[in-house]
């Protein structure tokens, strides 16, 4: 009809949905292919855990999701070229720390340059440790002209034994060294230089050997507030597992092989052990501990030879290290009329293979020389203070068994 409205809804366009997203060339495709294919429930959920927005349509949190990768993703390699980078500084380092222990150790054994050019159990490359040794075999070469280094001849280290070992073998293995260290121990006008002393009159010196210099003697002697059978029997090798970790921070361990006798000289051969020596590894001594016959003036007699037996073969993990040692003692009595004993040990000692055949260990003499006054004086007070405890233990346990004496003395020992 003429004049008469017509009414007509409105025509609304289609509303255009916005492309997804999901085959990006991006490194995390394949997550936002799997964001596309779960239910929108499950990723709002992930991103409750992730702490991120959880409201939207599915696209929107799909975006969310996948911003929160490509962060999470450059993080990672941010973190991965860091720790590369690091292990690179923590290689060069390495690299150094070891050129300069070579520099250090072949000023004392230049024989060791044969071996670290074949050796790769140091953690660098074996095209760097062929270099170092290269360079110091020119360098030394034009330090020392007459030093033929890789033909020098090794020092001989311990004495050898021949497989069936016998008590004679290690007897005159024992007599070999006991004159020599005797002599030492007692000259007047042996050139010993003091190392350390204490207010005690304990007292540890050092003396070059005449065809060794890198393996030098040192004298230890102080006085022991115990009779002389109980400075003995604290370093009797029965007594090691109790006595020896309060003298030796480093001491791991001892086996006894077997028991031999020879003139009425009794022998124990025996291998001890010790822990990682601060950056350098395990080492052991395989020896025969000898108890003597008194001298003539009545000093009692002790001693340690290394010995090189295919009885005690060298043990994986361990440097075979050498010390030989004498120790004599000799009755006195204290001020108070109480029993004591002068303790008089003479030693030598290589923490490193240096023997024929032997692999090396890399520790410097010149750290063992600056450390043995101090180290030797600190055993020779730590020994003082345990037969004291040990003096004081015997006591009380005198006194708790009989109680006669306890009531007859009861000064003793009460208190």
């Known amino acids: 009809m003429l004049g008469e409205a017509t009414y007509r809804s409105p025509v609304r366009s289609p509303v255009r949905k916005p492309i997804r997203r999901c085959y990006s060339a991006s490194p995390l495709r394949g997550k936002q292919e799997l964001y596309c294919a779960s239910p929108v429930r499950e990723l709002r959920s992930l991103c409750k855990e992730r702490g991120l927005k959880v409201s939207g349509v599915k696209d929107e949190v799909i975006e969310r999701l996948v911003y929160d990768d490509e962060v999470l993703h450059h993080t990672d390699a941010a973190d991965r070229a860091v720790e590369a980078a690091t292990q690179k500084i923590s290689s060069f380092r390495r690299n150094i720390c070891i050129l300069a222990s070579i520099i250090v150790a072949v000023v004392f054994n230049p024989f060791i340059l044969d071996r670290i050019e074949h050796s790769d159990s140091m953690g660098a490359s074996p095209n760097l440790l062929g270099r170092a040794s290269r360079l110091m075999r020119r360098k030394l070469s034009n330090m020392r002209p007459n030093l033929h280094i890789g033909k020098q001849q090794q020092q001989h280290r311990g004495k050898v034994i021949t497989a069936r070992v016998t008590g004679k073998d290690l007897a005159e293995a024992y007599q070999s060294i006991k004159s020599e260290y ?20 304990s ?87 000898v108890s003597d016959h008194p001298r003539g003036d009545g000093a009692w007699v002790s001693g340690t030879v290394s010995v090189v037996t295919d009885e005690i073969p060298r043990k994986k993990g361990y440097t075979r290290a050498f010390q030989d040692s004498i120790a004599f003692y000799e009755t006195l009595k204290d001020e108070a009329g109480n029993p004591s004993t002068k303790l008089t040990i003479v030693f030598r000692i290589d923490l490193n293979d240096s023997s024929d055949g032997g692999n090396g260990g890399f520790i410097p003499m010149w750290m063992y020389v600056k450390t043995v006054g101090s180290t030797g004086m600190l055993s020779v007070q730590n020994m003082k203070k345990q037969l004291l405890l040990m003096r004081a233990e015997q006591d009380n346990a005198k006194c708790e068994l009989n109680w006669v004496d306890r009531l007859i003395n009861s000064s003793k020992c009460d208190g």
């Open 182 to 201: 005797e002599t030492l121990a007692l000259a007047k006008n042996a050139k010993w230089k003091v190392l350390s002393t204490h207010t005690d009159g």
């Open 203 to 289: 007292q540890v010196s050092i003396m070059k050997h005449k065809t060794d210099p890198s393996c030098p003697y040192v004298r230890m002697t102080s006085i022991m507030p115990a009779p002389v059978d109980e400075v003995w029997n604290f370093l009797s090798l029965d007594n090691w597992p109790k006595t020896m970790p309060k003298m030796d921070p480093f001491y791991e361990g001892l086996t006894v092989i077997s028991d031999y006798k020879h003139k009425g000289i009794e022998m124990r051969l025996a291998r001890k052990r010790l822990k990682r020596i601060v950056a350098f590894g395990k080492r052991d001594f395989t020896f025969v501990s």
